[in-house]
């Protein structure tokens, strides 16, 4: 179910009313949709303002899914998503993603603002598999956000069998989960 309080061109609001309003200062741009000036920028807020780009078929994941935990304090210019359901999708062109087919479990995904994201320690383990691009330091956001993350991202890796660049990100979530305060560290650790 998608929020009130997110408006997207041509739903409720015309394109030419959605600018007006933006001019106005009314509504402010968030994502892929408008919100109320005065809204409070939510997960919800931020995951439901991709509905038109996700559907039904795709996850937010790295930057976007950072970006909807709350890890960046803005989107990226383009949105990366995969396939959340087992049957391969055709024909996914959109100038406003990066696509990516392998399917993710839907243990592994939470249901925010009515779309499908990564849950954060998804998220991380995936940052930290790629580095660049930003994916380092929204790693490291999203780590301080939640100290014991980056440990419980290191067990996703453990649960796996062969998974490309765990060695490199396991070395990075190290790093990150030695920042970490002590107690949190040890209450992992045992």
């Known amino acids: ?24 200062g009314d509504l402010v741009e968030l994502g892929e949709a408008y919100i109320p000036a005065d ?10 303002s991709l509905r038109d780009i996700l559907r039904e ?19 990226p210019s383009r949105h990366n998503v995969q396939r959340a359901v087992p049957k391969r999708l055709h024909h996914v062109v959109d100038r406003r993603i990066v696509y990516r087919d392998p399917t993710i479990a839907s243990e592994e995904l939470w249901r925010i603002g009515g779309v499908l994201v990564t849950e954060p320690r998804r ?5 930290a598999r790629f580095p660049g691009e930003g994916h380092t330091d929204a790693a490291c956001r999203l780590s301080d956000m939640a100290p014991g993350l980056a ?6 890796f453990d649960e796996r069998t062969p998974v490309p660049y ?4 396991i070395e990075l979530l190290r ?6 305060p002590q107690e949190d560290v040890t209450r992992y650790t045992s």
């Open 1 to 24: 179910m998608t929020s009130p309080f997110l408006y997207f061109p041509g739903d409720r609001l015309s394109p030419a009313e959605l600018s007006a309003a933006r001019l106005d």
């Open 39 to 48: 809204a409070v920028e939510t997960r919800a807020l931020r995951a439901g």
């Open 57 to 75: 078929n795709l996850a937010a994941t790295l930057l976007s899914a950072a970006w909807i935990h709350g890890a960046l304090d803005e989107p």
């Open 123 to 127: 998220t991380l383990a995936d940052l």
């Open 151 to 156: 440990l419980d991202a290191i067990a996703w």
């Open 166 to 169: 765990k060695r490199s990100a």
């Open 175 to 180: 790093g990150l989960a030695a920042r970490a």
